[in-house]
Antibody, heavy 121, light 107 residues
């Protein structure tokens, strides 16, 4: 059974930093591209960042580019999101999600339960 | 960026009703369209990918159609567990964008 367990969320002041993690099990993590997706309270889903299975390809939403860094440790089956210069608008539940990509389809098929990041003074 | 617009934003329906949700992309996305279900306080769950392919384990009352810019999600025979928010997502070109969601409520 695929399991994705996020951790590391919490309360942080504006301008502060936080690292959230995603522990993966039940599938070939080292063979899977991964994503971070967030959801602000009462709002819709927003894609944040993607990383290829080797870590050689990385992509970010403009809203976090230059402030957030995605990384992975395939030996530990773990995905990370380092968040710096946090703003109130970064307050959200952060989900990790697996990425399935072929020549004719692309989708996020498994999601973790999410971890809440609150940016407030 | 490709904008995804869903309609309606919310709807009320009774158990057994047929429900249709529409998603429109601001430019063509071929069939790179997925639908997700999200119950309150829970993570999104993939229902349909490639516009019309049912994810394994998803009940057959869910179906998806469309290509290009216009897509629909249909629930044929609404069940109590289907009351949730449904979101579409394009995965044709980065940044991957979602619709604002459609909340399906009990009538």
């Amino acid at each position: 059974e695929v399991q994705l367990v996020e951790s590391g969320g919490g309360l942080v002041k504006p301008g502060g930093s936080l690292r959230v993690s995603c522990a993966a099990s039940g599938f070939s993590f080292s063979g899977s591209s991964m994503n971070w997706v967030r959801q602000a309270p009462g709002k819709g889903l927003e894609w944040v960042s993607s990383i290829s299975y080797t870590g050689s390809y990385i992509d970010y939403a403009d809203s976090v580019k230059g402030r957030f860094t995605i990384s992975r440790d395939n030996a530990k089956n773990s995905l990370y999101l380092e968040m710096n210069s946090l703003r109130a608008e970064d307050t959200a539940v952060y989900y990790c999600a697996t990425d399935r990509h072929s020549s004719s389809s692309h989708y996020f098929d498994h999601w973790g339960q999410g971890t809440l990041v609150t940016v407030s003074s | 960026d490709i904008q995804m617009t869903q309609s309606p934003s919310s709807l009320s329906a009774s158990v057994g009703d047929r429900v249709t949700i529409t998603c429109r992309a601001s430019q063509t996305i071929s069939s790179y369209l997925s639908w997700y279900q999200q119950r309150p306080g829970k993570a999104p769950k993939l229902l349909i990918y490639a516009a019309s392919t049912l994810q394994s384990g998803v009940p057959s009352r869910f179906s998806g159609t469309g290509s290009g810019t216009d897509f629909t999600l249909t629930i044929s025979g609404l069940q109590p567990e289907d009351y949730a928010t449904y979101s579409c997502q394009q995965s044709y070109t980065s940044p991957w964008t979602f619709g604002q969601g459609t909340k399906v409520e009990i009538k």
